[in-house]
């Protein structure tokens, strides 16, 4: 792995471009190119001037100025792109102070590494989100004063089973079929193929692809574990390589949590653990499901907190389209060992220590994977340090409950302004050693209030036409 500006400079012989990239306050990569007789040594040290008052959720424009400076450690050699080009993961500071500008989402994420060492509960975390995406062949889209529709196609959907084509080799995929079937009816092996080659190309070692659940293009691929800003920086490049690939084989990807009716929507389940050394603080042998006492505090504090949580892990209107209650959405607030509905799941395939982890399964990849895991890191700790009890686990099928059991047990709430208000209300656990910040928490919920709910509450529904058009 590339450590060095000398070993990044010794890199770009090999290229004619270098891109600089960062990621705005939603979460979605940003960037700017420049020949590679640009980048020096100078440019480590002096960064790279940019508007970030163009920038979602940044700067205003009178406090435009902001600094790019590039990390030597993220570089590599992009593999989509036809021109030779070095890429380059980029921190914000801001120009006048040099400090680290508090709303680069990558600072916080830092931040929660520094403050996890410093807390003295652990040394490191390590974090295996299972980022869920869609293809499709088609993709079409828009609205007005007196419009709205969407139309989304895939060869494999269960709908081109009737449809005239020619010819037409059926195999498409019954709704909730797509679970691991082989070609031809997962038509799509080969393409995950080769993103998953192109992505251990760019150093993302990866474990396994499949097809998932849904009839149509939904797909599965799972990245190694690695640590906290590292494991968020994989997911950036992860989203940039599936859409790429997906692209040049006449695909689009997308992350979308749900983007049709009646099939299973995309989550980002997100495997965590807490380590001394080269011990995992969550494994006990005599423990439930050899979970330690700290992985139980940690559990509490994920359940305590998880309303607000969702306001950066499931960050969209979409997000509660598949968030819910009475199907197989993780929306119930309760942990097991077995049951895939609990928000908190303990994974069972291996008795090893090095294996216990913690699966916390609401979150979906529409979120800011730093601003995501940072949050629930955070949220951990305070279980920890607060010794909160997440009371005893449900090992039952929480479908079949009788009704005096099934109301004592707390779900997710219901939509993006939902959480955003509970995220308003519970952030303190998000401000210690200074990991977030009250300025990053009021421009993010400002900006998701502004830009996205009221946008999609105030627009008619196309389905109200079918209810209440003849009212």
């Given at each position: 792995?590339?450590?060095?500006?000398?070993?990044?400079?010794?890199?770009?012989?090999?290229?004619?471009?270098?891109?600089?990239r960062?990621?705005?306050?939603?979460g979605?990569?940003?960037h700017?190119?420049s020949?590679?007789?640009?980048?020096?040594e100078?440019?480590?040290?002096?960064g790279?001037?940019?508007?970030?008052?163009s920038i979602?959720?940044?700067?205003?424009?009178?406090?435009?100025?902001?600094?790019?400076?590039?990390?030597?450690?993220?570089?590599?050699?992009?593999?989509?792109?036809?021109v030779?080009?070095?890429?380059?993961?980029?921190?914000i500071?801001?120009?006048t102070?040099?400090?680290?500008?508090?709303?680069?989402?990558?600072?916080?994420?830092?931040?929660?590494?520094a403050?996890?060492?410093?807390?003295?509960?652990?040394?490191?975390?390590f974090?295996?989100?299972?980022?869920?995406?869609?293809?499709?062949?088609?993709?079409?889209?828009?609205?007005?004063?007196?419009?709205?529709?969407?139309?989304?196609?895939?060869?494999?959907?269960w709908?081109?089973?009737?449809?005239?084509?020619?010819?037409?080799l059926?195999?498409?995929?019954?709704?909730?079929?797509?679970?691991?079937?082989?070609?031809?009816?997962?038509?799509?092996?080969?393409?995950?193929?080769?993103?998953?080659?192109?992505?251990?190309?760019?150093?993302?070692?990866i474990?396994?692809?499949?097809h998932?659940?849904?009839?149509?293009?939904q797909?599965e691929?799972?990245?190694?574990?690695?640590?906290?800003?590292?494991?968020?920086?994989?997911v950036?490049?992860?989203?940039?390589?599936?859409?790429?690939?997906?692209?040049?084989?006449g695909?689009?990807?997308?992350?979308?949590?749900?983007?049709?009716f009646?099939?299973?929507?995309?989550?980002?389940?997100?495997?965590?653990?807490?380590?001394?050394?080269?011990?995992?603080?969550?494994?006990?042998?005599?423990?439930?499901?050899?979970?330690?006492?700290?992985?139980?505090?940690?559990?509490?504090?994920?359940?305590?907190?998880?309303?607000?949580?969702?306001?950066?892990?499931?960050?969209?209107?979409?997000?509660?389209?598949?968030?819910?209650?009475?199907?197989?959405?993780p929306?119930?607030l309760?942990?097991?060992?077995?049951n895939?509905?609990?928000?908190?799941?303990?994974?069972?395939?291996?008795?090893?220590?090095?294996?216990?982890?913690?699966?916390?399964?609401a979150?979906?990849?529409?979120?800011?994977?730093?601003?995501?895991?940072?949050a629930?890191?955070?949220?951990?700790?305070?279980?920890?340090?607060?010794?909160?009890d997440?009371?005893?686990?449900?090992?039952?099928?929480?479908?079949?409950?009788?009704?005096?059991?099934?109301?004592?047990?707390?779900?997710?709430?219901?939509?993006?302004?939902?959480?955003?208000?509970?995220?308003?209300?519970d952030?303190?656990?998000?401000?210690?050693?200074?990991?977030?910040?009250?300025?990053?928490?009021?421009?993010?919920?400002?900006?998701?209030?502004?830009?996205?709910?009221?946008?999609?509450?105030?627009?008619?529904?196309p389905?109200?036409?079918?209810?209440?058009?003849?009212?």
């Amino acid at each position: 792995m590339t450590k060095t500006v000398a070993d990044v400079l010794k890199l770009a012989k090999e290229v004619q471009m270098v891109d600089f990239r960062f990621t705005d306050l939603p979460g979605t990569w940003q960037h700017f190119s420049s020949p590679i007789r640009e980048l020096t040594e100078e440019t480590f040290e002096e960064g790279l001037g940019f508007d970030g008052s163009s920038i979602r959720g940044f700067q205003e424009i009178h406090e435009s100025d902001m600094l790019l400076m590039p990390d030597p450690t993220t570089a590599f050699i992009d593999q989509v792109l036809e021109v030779p080009t070095l890429a380059i993961l980029c921190d914000i500071y801001d120009p006048t102070t040099r400090q680290p500008y508090s709303r680069d989402t990558r600072y916080v994420a830092r931040k929660a590494e520094a403050y996890l060492e410093q807390s003295g509960i652990a040394d490191s975390s390590f974090w295996g989100p299972e980022a869920e995406f869609f293809l499709f062949n088609d993709v079409r889209y828009g609205g007005g004063t007196n419009s709205s529709f969407y139309y989304v196609d895939s060869q494999e959907g269960w709908w081109k089973s009737g449809e005239d084509l020619k010819p037409n080799l059926g195999g498409q995929i019954p709704p909730k079929r797509g679970y691991f079937p082989v070609p031809p009816t997962d038509t799509l092996q080969d393409v995950r193929s080769r993103i998953v080659l192109t992505l251990e190309e760019v150093g993302i070692p990866i474990e396994v692809h499949h097809h998932e659940v849904a009839t149509a293009g939904q797909t599965e691929i799972d990245m190694r574990y690695g640590p906290l800003v590292r494991m968020a920086d994989s997911v950036q490049l992860y989203k940039y390589i599936v859409k790429n690939v997906a692209r040049m084989n006449g695909l689009t990807a997308t992350f979308m949590p749900k983007p049709l009716f009646g099939d299973n929507g995309s989550g980002m389940h997100v495997h965590q653990s807490l380590w001394k050394g080269n011990t995992n603080v969550f494994y006990d042998e005599g423990g439930y499901s050899q979970l330690s006492e700290s992985a139980i505090y940690y559990i509490g504090g994920l359940l305590k907190h998880a309303p607000a949580l969702l306001a950066l892990a499931a960050p969209t209107t979409n997000s509660y389209r598949r968030l819910v209650p009475g199907f197989e959405a993780p929306v119930n607030l309760a942990y097991s060992q077995r049951n895939r509905s609990a928000v908190c799941r303990i994974p069972t395939y291996s008795k090893s220590p090095k294996a216990k982890r913690i699966e916390f399964r609401a979150p979906d990849p529409s979120c800011n994977a730093y601003l995501c895991f940072a949050a629930l890191l955070m949220a951990g700790l305070d279980g920890i340090q607060n010794r909160i009890d997440p009371g005893e686990p449900v090992d039952k099928d929480l479908y079949g409950l009788p009704p005096e059991e099934a109301k004592l047990i707390k779900q997710v709430p219901g939509s993006l302004g939902a959480v955003l208000d509970a995220l308003e209300s519970d952030y303190e656990f998000l401000l210690k050693g200074d990991v977030f910040t009250e300025d990053l928490l009021e421009a993010y919920i400002a900006y998701k209030r502004q830009v996205e709910v009221d946008p999609v509450r105030m627009r008619p529904h196309p389905y109200e036409f079918t209810l209440y058009y003849d009212a």
